[in-house]
Structure formats: C-alpha cells, structure tokens
C-alpha cells in the first residue's frame, strides 16, 4: 500500500502485508475469544489451537517425516549454536564445519567450546564467495556431525544441494532461506532457523531434528537447551514466544495458500534472476562478488565500481522508499534481501532505480 516502504533489510525483514492485516484484524479479539494472543495462557485451549496449528502447516509446508520432531524455541539460531554440540555429543568427539561465511564461523566457534570442533573447508580466503565440491572434502573419520549454513545472510553464499556427512549426521542453519524452497528434510539431522527474516518475527526459533537424536545432551546443559525437555513438553516447557508463534502460523498459512514452497520457489527464482542481471548487465558498474553457481536466492550482496557513490545510492533509494540496502558493516557495499515477502515489485522498482543510478552517475 501506499504508505509502506520496500524493506530490503536482512532481518527482521518485511512480512506479508496481508498477514499483517490479518493480525491487525486480530490483535484486539482473537476470533472471539475475548483476548489478544499475547493475553493468552500458553496452556489454554486458544493458544494450544495456534501451536499446533502451526506446526502442522509447518510440517504440510516442508513435508516433515513423522520421525521429526519440530520445537518452537528462544534465544535466536545464536543459542542453537551452543545447543547442537551440548545435545549431540561429548566434550571430547570430533564434529566437522564447513564454513562459507561468517554465520558458520560464529556457529564454529561456539561449538569448540563444547566439543572437538574442527573447521574442514573455510571460504574465508576467497572472502566467503564459494562453496566447495563436495568429493574433495576431507571430513574427520569419527566425525559425529557435519555442520552448514545453508545461507549465508552476510556474504550471499547459498548451498544449491547439500553434502553427506560420512559418518553422522547432517545439520544446517536455514535461518535466511527457511521456506524459501522445498527442501528433503530427510537428508538432516537437524535444521534450526531464527524465524524473522523469511517466517515471522524475531523471538523464536525454530529447530526440525530427527527425533532418535534426542535425549543425549551433555550433563551440563542448562534445561532451556535441552531439546529432551522441548520436546517432552511440546515447546510448553516453559513460557514460550505465543504471539511470535502465532505470527509464524500466519505466514504458513500464507504460503500454503500460495501453492506451497515449489510456487513460492518460483516467484523468488524470478526476483533474484531479474535483480542478479541488473547487476550482471551493468558492465560493471555494479558488481557481485559471489560465485554465480552460489548466488543466494534470499541475499543478494553488490559494490559499485565507485564506492564514493554508495551513500548517494542508500539516500536516493532511501527517498523512494526502498530502505535498508546498505550492506553488512563487515563487509560494505550493498545488500538487498527478498526474502518470501519481498513482492516482485519491489525488486522492478530497485531495478529500475539501479539503472536510473548508473545513468546519471556512469
Ligand atoms: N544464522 C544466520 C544464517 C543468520 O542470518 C543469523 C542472523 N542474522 C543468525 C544465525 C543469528 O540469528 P539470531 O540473531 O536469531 O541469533
């Protein structure tokens, strides 16, 4: 509508409008109960509807086997960085990383604090622009898992299949494509994702796991991070994010309603084909340093050819309400995020903006 901007932000990033309405429409008297979510016990009947509502969608969306368990967690993907090792495995075993940006680091280092953590394979030299063929990988023999960051926010690193682990088990952080595309859960042990960039808002987490692999957690394990315990008590173990929860049910409705992941694949192909040549098609006025095999559907990270025009760029942007395409401080130049929600519109009007730019400044 008229009076909402086009938020490229990384995260918390832009949800639906309708769902936003239909929450609108909500807040005051959720369907006549009387109350707002947020007002609600988390045991009442009302809110018990809205989780497993939502868990259900989750499971239609993603087609989740029935030997996964789903949790509706807190503390962001950041605390799932602590909880994987302290529920896998021992201090002292072996788990392997494959790092292709620096949300697989973070997730790298805090895991060496509670096992024998090992980073197989780094982007870093290349400055995170890759992901390496699988054959070549020298994975640890004893390794008990093998850790990925499916997306890389930050650097626009996107795995477009996914290695094996040769002898655990497979575990990715989706927190920037989750529901972006269908994905064969199966071939995980884990997926873990904070929900606010494709999903909903910041303040829950969400962690598909393979339901064998619970109940092995590490005797230090504070009981927040105990999947157990999550999954014992279906995410109610405690007082969980119920309007976080609530607004992730929205959107998977939402995306249900759009024909599932395969058609909402497709709309996110579209916009990231149309934006990725704009930039290719610049002659180098704008440019993406990523691989093109591993360009991310989600995250689409550009420099201009003169950095001295990058804050004219976010300003001018900024004043045709297209916002927050400045890129990670850590890495500079641009960055538009289209997630789900990002409307093919808003990706038409950064197009042609960005052609707009390059004739007036070339
Ligand atoms: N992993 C990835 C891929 C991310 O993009 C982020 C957040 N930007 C995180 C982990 C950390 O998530 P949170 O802020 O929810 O802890």
Not at 70 to 86: D, H, K, N, R, V
Not at 141 to 148: F, N, Q, S, V
């Amino acid at each position: 509508s008229q009076d909402r901007v086009f938020n490229f932000a990384a995260g918390p990033a832009t949800l639906p409008e309708n769902v936003l309405l239909k929450a609108q429409s909500e807040l005051y008297n959720w369907r006549g109960s009387g109350m707002s979510v947020m007002e609600m016990s988390h045991r009442g009947k009302e809110f018990l509807s809205i989780i497993q509502k939502a868990e259900s969608d989750l499971r239609t969306l993603l087609n989740i086997p029935s030997e996964y368990a789903i949790l509706f967690l807190q503390g962001g993907a950041t605390t799932q960085f602590a909880a994987i090792p302290l529920n896998l495995v021992k201090p002292d075993d072996p788990v392997d990383y494959l790092v292709t940006g620096s949300w697989g680091d973070k997730a790298f280092k805090e895991a060496k604090k509670f096992s024998k953590a090992k980073v197989i394979w780094s982007g870093k030299s290349d400055n995170y622009t890759r992901i390496p063929s699988f054959e070549g990988l020298e994975q640890s023999p004893d390794a008990k898992y093998l850790h990925i960051c499916a997306n890389e926010t930050i650097h626009g690193v996107e795995f477009k299949n996914y290695p094996t682990s040769k002898n655990g088990i497979l575990i990715a952080d989706m927190s920037s494509n989750f529901c972006s595309k269908p994905v064969d859960v199966s071939k995980f042990g884990i997926i873990y994702a904070g929900a606010q960039k494709n999903v909903g808002p910041s303040g829950v987490t969400i962690v598909i796991i393979r339901k064998d692999l619970i109940g092995n957690a590490q005797e230090i394990t504070p009981i927040m991070l105990d999947y157990k315990i999550h999954a014992d008590n279906n995410s109610l173990y405690n007082t969980p994010p119920c309007y976080c929860i609530y607004m992730c049910g929205l959107v998977f409705e939402d995306l249900l309603a759009q024909g599932g992941l395969e058609e909402v694949e497709k709309k996110n192909k579209k916009k990231a084909e149309l934006l990725y040549s704009a930039i290719d098609l610049s002659n180098g006025f704008y440019r993406c340093p990523v691989e093109k095999s591993v360009r991310s559907l989600m995250n689409v990270p550009f420099t201009l050819e003169k950095p001295e025009l990058e804050a004219d760029f976010v300003k001018e942007a900024a004043k045709e309400k297209m916002i927050q395409l400045k890129g990670h401080r850590s890495v500079g130049g641009m960055r538009a995020s289209i997630y789900n929600a990002m409307p093919l519109a808003g990706v038409e009007k950064l197009v042609a903006f960005m052609k707009d730019f390059q004739a007036r400044h070339a």
